[in-house]
């Protein structure tokens, strides 16, 4: 085990303790009841969130397919800062199988319910020699072959390709799963943006609940489903069997190009 993980762990055994393991059962409960939006909602209720959604399109339609636990979907946010995805699952209706992609570590953090909905992807550290690299490379491969699994069996997989980029450039990893859902007749994608995200958001909302005791909003715009046989990603791309490393590059310009037409059409 990496020296960052087992700091990580050990910060995460103050889950089994006093008041916050209260909570932590509290969110597990919520997570049984209604998955993992279950757990975000209970969140925005003990930190006083709240979250402003704008659906577009047929917003009956879209909550319908996001509910049905038989059809797989591809949820996609931006993620520049920390806390931007919480609002989006929050904002979602109850599945019990939504699954996120989120950085390693945060699973350590909570109870065995959450964990199962999430699926730990593992960053490159500034102090990574070559068999640490070939270590993540291959948890991540690992990690992707359970998203494509549980999108298979009909699950919802949540991704935020930016990965935290400050650039806001898409990464390829997260573009591989997208690519093996265009091959499942019946997947959706669900595209969305967290607006006026900034870097001290996670602050702001610690001042305003334990200082100013005032609720911290934010705004959700939320796309249509889309079928994943609608996204313009050209036909050599997708009719392609073996996909090298500038096909997944190539897929992820397409991907981030489609959603950046989608969000300049919400301004």
């Keep these: 085990m990496r020296k960052e993980e087992r700091i990580l762990r050990f910060v995460g055994t103050f889950n089994k303790y006093g008041p916050y393991r209260r909570f932590i059962k509290r969110l597990d409960k919520a997570t049984e009841k209604e998955g993992i939006p ?5 969140i925005f209720s003990k930190f006083k969130l709240k979250t402003t959604a704008y659906w577009d399109g047929d917003q009956r339609h879209t909550q319908e397919i996001l509910k049905d636990t038989s059809k797989p979907v591809i949820l996609v946010s931006n ?8 609002f989006f699952v929050a904002a979602l209706p109850p599945r019990k199988n939504l ?16 964990k199962s909905c999430l699926i730990p992807v593992y960053h490159k550290f500034i102090f990574e020699g070559k068999r640490h690299r070939q270590i993540r490379r291959d948890r991540n491969t690992k ?17 935020m390709p930016d990965g935290g980029d400050k650039t806001g450039n ?20 669900v595209m969305a943006k967290v607006d006026n ?16 005791r005032s609720p911290f909003e934010k ?32 897929v992820a310009i ?3 190009n489609f959603y950046n037409m989608w969000q300049n059409s919400e301004k």
């Design 38 to 42: 279950g757990a975000a909602r209970e």
């Design 170 to 189: 898409w990464r390829n990893g997260s573009l591989q799963l997208l690519e093996k859902a265009l091959n499942l007749p019946e997947a959706y994608l």
């Design 219 to 250: 705004t959700v715009s939320i796309s249509r489903a889309i079928p994943v046989r609608d996204i313009p990603i050209p036909n050599e791309l997708k009719n392609k069997e073996t996909k090298t490393n500038a096909d997944y590059k190539n």
């Design 254 to 256: 397409a991907m981030e």
């Design 143 to 159: 990690q992707i072959f359970e998203a494509e699994k549980r999108l298979a069996d009909g699950g919802a997989i949540m991704i």
């Design 197 to 212: 995200a900034k870097k001290g958001d996670l602050i702001s909302l610690l001042f305003r609940r334990f200082v100013k």
């Design 99 to 114: 699954s996120v992609v989120a950085l390693s570590g945060v699973e350590y953090f909570f109870g065995k319910e959450i």
């Design 79 to 86: 993620h520049p800062h920390m806390i931007e995805p919480l």
